[in-house]
């Protein structure tokens, strides 16, 4: 899409032009892994059929995990190894913030990792699974229940939003910009919201039903302001296309109104984590993996048009470039 678009986020990123993956390379690891991934389900249902007892098959996707963690950290020039750094660089950057320099490809990894709770919080309950069927550090029943459980999951739930704000507070004190304090504010909110979603999940009353609506609320409202104005530049009353912004590069303009509708359905989408549906436990299941595929697909949109308004930016600031791109449109061997 960046690339059809001429958007040049290598530029951005700051990516070297002669080590960036193309969008073929993207897809080949993406496929690799998920081949990887489908390859172990189906041995561990295969030796599950064959008698296996669960103790015996459940570490596999723990060794998945570990082979696919060696490979991330191999220093042998193979599998992109410049990518494989770079993003190294950058998840150390996003955790030891705000202790380092803040660039945009940090703090945009970080705002992808505030969507990827869901995702987090489902690797601690298989981590919590395997350490308890494999090396019979606890009982099961304590990844659902224990307190630390528990205290992991708030962990979770605030560790990439807390990751956010230390941006935001690194970025005020280098620039000396107040909206960069305005744009932590979010996150905080962001927080508070999170932790009393998980509270309300362990103890359901009307108090904390209160305080989640009053909080969720607050946070929505917030984020859909800094998406729309800030990040997206849109809701420019005086723009000469109504209600979004001078410079456009999609040429249907119909396509970023449908993106904020569907931007403020998806940013609403926490309802079920109060609603309560009495559903049994594989339908809860489907709604949390639907509500996750949503957010993926909400993130891509924000994705797109966050890095939009950025190109569009460094354009009318006249901002230098390390290299410019041909009018000529690219091609990839596959030789």
Known sequence: MWKGTRINHNFIFE???????????????????????FGAMVIHLLLRAAGFSPGQVDAIPGILLMFFIVLLICPFD???????????????????????????????????????IPLLRHLETTGCHIFARVFKTHHPETCHSGRLYI?????????????????CARRWFDDSDVNHL???????????AAGARVTYGRQDNHLWFAIVLITSVVATFYQLYWDFVKDWGFLNPNSRNPWLRDDLILKNKSIYYISIVLNIVLR?????TVVHLRVGPVQTRLVDFLL?????????HWNFYRLENEHLNN????????????PFRETDSDS
Not at 292 to 300: F, H, K, Q
Request: hydrophobic residues 50%.
């Open 268 to 272: 609403v989408a926490w309802v079920e």
């Open 292 to 300: 996750a595929s949503l957010e993926v697909i909400r993130r891509g």
């Open 182 to 192: 305005a744009n932590m504010g979010k996150y905080v909110s962001a927080m508070v």
């Open 315 to 326: 354009v009318g600031h006249f901002r230098a470039v390390k290299a410019v791109p041909l």
């Open 151 to 167: 205290e992991i999951t708030y962990f979770i739930s605030f560790l990439p939003y807390y990751w956010r704000a230390m941006q």
């Open 78 to 116: 193979i599998f992109y190894r410049p990518t494989r750094f770079c993003f190294i660089r950058v998840i150390r950057n996003i955790v030891c913030s705000p202790f380092y320099k803040v660039l945009l490809v940090d703090f945009f990894m970080a705002d992808q990792l505030t969507s990827q």
């Open 15 to 37: 990516f070297s032009p002669s080590t960036a993956l193309k969008h073929r390379d993207a897809f080949l690891m993406s496929t690799t892994f998920m081949m990887a991934v």
